[in-house]
């Protein structure tokens, strides 16, 4: 059980999946599937994150102490020592990156950058400025487009382009997040937002991203993307589900309630879940 929540399982799945649907969206004829590499992906992956994650919690420990929602996690509850949490996270981080490197150098490079800049930029500046949530926001969009690296062995506009998407989706995700549990990040001294409250300013920033996220999501459809494309049909139904996040962001707009941001935050999961899933199924189906 500690295990599980030292390593966030519950979110390294997500994070899994993004990279699952990227491999997906990867292969062709020319890199043709394979279940060893899907199966060195999900498990190196799952290395990873579970490592940052780790290495997360074991610089935060005394913060996470003050939060109602982390206080009970291993290592501020003092079920699992820092050098316990530490050996682990360092464990994976070598498994992770070794079956990485088995796929291809390139995987394996940005799943080491993708630890660095959550565990050495992102996670220090949680605490100093809301800019941090601009610096995750890079490793955090690293693992749908890492599915594509893994299948293909290149990092071109395809791969760019699955990264924009995820890159995009942080803001309105990770604002709602930072807009309900915002009293209990600032026991911490976290700055989630991007003007530090939950004002107009900030609600319209997220209005704002969301609609660059429904932006990136559609480029597949124009022709520009290389072998990343989807059809019409396709890109009728994902501009159909942006106009649904796009809706609830209005509606935190509008209310900038507690439970608009939750509901917000809740659409977000459902977004880029079931936006993957119609890029995989327009693939198999055209």
């Known amino acids: 059980m500690d295990f599980k929540e030292i390593t966030k399982a519950g ?17 062709d004829s020319a890199h043709p599937f394979s279940w060893m590499t899907l199966l ?29 929602r982390t206080k009970n996690r291993p290592v501020p509850a003092e079920r699992m020592t820092p050098n316990a949490a530490l050996f682990i996270a360092s464990l994976l981080t070598i498994i992770g990156l070794v079956l990485l490197y088995f796929i291809n150098p390139k995987t394996a490079m940005f799943g080491a ?5 959550y565990v050495s930029i992102y996670t220090p500046l949680k605490t100093k400025t809301p800019l941090s949530v601009f610096v995750g926001a ?56 991007p003007t530090g409250k939950k004002d107009k300013s900030t609600a319209m920033q997220i209005i704002l991203y969301t609609v660059w996220l429904i932006v990136a999501s559609l480029l597949p459809c124009l022709g520009y993307t290389g072998q990343l494309f989807i059809s019409p049909i396709a890109a009728i139904v994902v501009f159909l ?18 439970k608009a941001a939750k509901s917000l935050m809740l659409t977000s999961v459902f977004y880029i879940t079931l936006l993957q899933i119609i890029y995989i199924t327009d693939k198999f189906i055209r």
């Open 138 to 193: 890079f490793p955090g969009a690293i693992p749908f487009m890492l599915g594509w690296v893994a299948a293909t062995g290149n990092f071109g506009i395809e791969a760019g382009t699955l990264f924009l998407i995820q890159f995009f989706w942080q803001f309105p995700h990770f604002w709602a997040i930072g807009w309900f549990l915002y009293e209990d990040y600032e026991k911490a001294g976290f700055f989630m937002l």
């Open 40 to 68: 060195m992906l999900s498990v190196g992956g799952y290395c990873m994150v579970g490592a940052s994650n780790a290495y997360n919690q074991v610089i935060e420990k005394d913060l996470d102490a003050l939060m109602d």
């Open 113 to 117: 950058i993708s630890i660095f800049l």
């Open 11 to 27: 979110l390294a799945i997500s994070v899994l999946f993004s990279s699952i649907a990227g491999y997906l969206l990867g292969f």
């Open 241 to 258: 589900l942006g106009l649904w996040i796009l809706y609830y962001a209005v509606k935190l707009y509008q209310t900038r309630t507690a």
